[in-house]
């Protein structure tokens, strides 16, 4: 085990954080931040809680529609009895101790100290990443997936309920399925199936207790793709962003089809190979491939670039986990013109700025896989036993 240093944080780390916070709480302001997905949170609450269509109403100015499954929406009803500036103040406020612990996840994943000045100071910093800063900003819930993830696959081999939080976090999301897969190929049959179990409550919660609703996601809402947003913006950092962009095609078929899929499966089977000889590595080829081939994966949705940068600097991989966060920091996405439809007229050049997340994970996968195999030949310095693949492959 890591050996934790529970010292107290010194007045500078807690200076740096407290800083760091009110800077971005008065950006909030002058701003006028609206945090749009929090009011459509609040509005699927105040749908389960009238008896109103759950996938029915739009609000806010960009007219967003609820796009989660009906069980997201039953954990939304405590948000329809707060008042919308109270709940924005909640949720900064909630997702600010989100990433402090998806900070302190981050080491226990990558074998380092827990110690609270550290993640007082990470924390500070980590909120001007790009996918963090835009979480927190838009009130989203991506940091909450993420710990739920994260703390259920770093816990130790045959812990109770091991694989429930993970099956949760895919009911709620859809998207972290892909983990549920990683387990079953790694042999950890009993924790999947768990996940799968929990996954599958909690889509028969959500029919039992709206079974319209849930009738209508299932059937029909889940494949339309257009209410979640346009596929080609630059919001967009998946395969299918890329793609439409480059060839200037808003809907490219089977041209970012067939790539997601090999890539699909090449990164599950990377993944299965990197978690013999390094668990941790193996979660986060299995977080970058499910980025990568979601249909859309906002710039938001890549908070695992915590995780990955302190894989990498824990790994001796010092320059790259550098040369990550300035990427995930740069915000060059935003830098090219991207009103209306400029996103599909980029030229050339301005493509790699336009999609830096994707084109980042293309060239990780292979080097996270490849690391492994070195370290089967120099073994690394001993992981948690919550992460020790020799423990937990069965």
């Known amino acids: 085990m890591p050996r934790r240093n529970v010292a107290a944080a010194s007045p500078t780390e807690v200076a740096l954080l407290v800083l760091s916070f009110a800077a971005f709480c008065a950006l909030c302001v002058v701003t006028h931040a609206p945090m749009a997905d929090t009011l459509v949170y609040r509005a699927e609450g105040a749908a389960v809680l009238n008896g109103t269509d759950l996938y029915g109403f739009t609000v806010t100015e960009w007219r967003l529609p609820a796009t989660y499954p009906p069980f ?5 009803v405590p948000t329809a009895c707060v008042p919308p500036d109270v709940l924005k103040v909640v949720f900064v406020a909630g997702n600010m101790a989100l990433l402090a612990a ?5 080491c226990r994943l990558a074998g380092l100290p827990e110690r609270l000045p550290a993640v007082c100071a990470a924390t500070a ?8 800063f835009q979480t927190v900003l838009f009130g989203q819930v991506n940091l909450a997936v993420a710990c739920l993830i994260l703390w259920d696959l770093t816990r130790p081999p045959g ?4 694989g429930v939080a993970l099956g949760i976090a895919a009911g709620l999301k859809l998207t972290p399925a892909v983990f549920i897969a990683y387990l079953l190929l790694t042999r950890r049959v009993r924790e999947g199936m768990t996940a799968l179990a929990a996954c599958a409550g909690t889509v028969l919660l959500g029919a ?28 967009n950092q998946s395969i299918q962003g890329l793609i439409a962009r480059a060839l200037g095609e808003p809907s490219p078929g089977p041209a970012w089809a067939l790539p997601a899929a090999a890539i699909a499966c090449a990164g599950l089977w990377m993944a299965r190979r990197t978690a013999i000889g390094n668990d941790r590595r193996g979660i986060l080829i299995t977080a970058l491939t499910a980025l990568l081939v979601c249909p859309i994966s906002w710039s938001h949705h890549w908070v695992w670039c915590v995780p ?22 740069a915000r060059t996405l935003w830098l090219v013109p991207h009103q209306g439809s400029l996103d599909l007229q980029l030229p050339w050049w301005q493509q790699p700025l336009a999609s830096p997340y994707a084109l980042l994970a293309l060239v990780l996968l292979p080097q996270l896989s490849a690391l492994s195999v070195s370290s089967a030949l120099s073994p690394l310095p001993a992981l948690p036993a919550s992460n020790s693949s020799a423990s937990t492959i069965r």
Do not use: H, M, Q
């Open 159 to 162: 812990a109770p309920g091991r």
């Open 72 to 76: 997201a929406a039953l954990l939304f």
């Open 208 to 235: 039992l207790v709206l079974p319209y609703a849930s009738v209508d996601f299932w059937t029909r809402r889940l494949y339309e793709t257009s209410r979640v947003g346009k596929a080609w913006i630059v919001d």
């Open 102 to 106: 998806l900070v302190r996840l981050s």
């Open 125 to 132: 910093l980590a909120l001007w990443l790009e996918p963090v």
């Open 308 to 329: 990955l940068i302190a894989v990498l600097a824990a790994d001796g991989r010092r320059c790259t986990a550098a040369l990550v966060a300035v990427v995930f920091t």
